[in-house]
T-cell receptor
């Protein structure tokens, strides 16, 4: 079974902190994605990566950066956390042209 | 207007009922996905389809490319089907998805 693992299920951080969300997949997938999910808005794409060291902005990249140094790991970085970044964050991975596999999500609260 | 619209937003059904969730989209797509999200957050892919119909157990997904419309049907619904069902469209050759806002289904005894 494909496994996509996010480092934390729940996280509480203070405004202004630098926050790292880690995602690891075990199936050698090329594509990896970070989404955030907010009530009434659905999932929105923050960043995605289609290869090691490659990244592309999604629909809402402001306030975020990403890192993909190894194929299996895709990190989302909040450079200076703000309260409007309180959300559920979901990581996904996929091979080319097929379905995506999602992690369990990280519920981040910024206070 | 969102690129992907789902209806209804909320749905309550009794065990055993036949359920239909609809998804309409406004862009050209390479594939459409149906996803299921249980309380707690994890998302599971149910179907990926680009034409016709697919069936898996009690779940059936159909798509009409000309009408830009897809439906997810659940036959003989059960309380364990209670979840949020999300439609997402894939455009181009990359695996980027654009999501609907989901349909919250509750099946009662």
């Amino acid at each position: 079974d494909v496994k996509v693992t996010q480092s934390s299920r729940y996280l509480v951080k203070r405004t202004g902190e630098k926050v790292f969300l880690e995602c690891v997949q075990d199936m050698d997938h090329e594509n990896m994605f970070w989404y955030r999910q907010d009530p009434g808005l659905g999932l929105r794409l923050i960043y995605f990566s289609y290869d090691v060291k490659m990244k592309e902005k999604g629909d809402i990249p402001e306030g975020y950066s990403v890192s993909r140094e190894k194929k299996e790991r895709f990190s989302l970085i909040l450079e200076s956390a703000s309260t409007n970044q309180t959300s559920m964050y979901l990581c996904a991975s996929s091979p080319r042209y097929t379905e995506a596999f999602f992690g369990q999500g990280t519920r981040l609260t910024v206070v | 207007k969102n690129e992907v619209e789902q209806s209804p937003q909320n749905l309550t059904a009794q065990e055993g009922e036949f359920i239909t969730i609809n998804c309409s989209y406004s862009v050209g797509i390479s594939a459409l996905h149906w996803l299921q999200q249980h309380p707690g957050g994890g998302i599971v892919s149910l179907f990926m389809l680009s034409s016709g119909k697919k069936k898996h157990g009690r779940l059936i997904a159909t798509i009409n490319i000309q009408e830009k419309h897809s439906s997810l049907h659940i036959t003989a619904s059960h309380p364990r089907d209670s979840a949020v069902y999300i439609c997402a469209v894939q455009t181009g050759t990359a695996s980027k998805l654009t999501f609907g806002t989901g349909t919250r289904l509750q099946v009662t005894l």
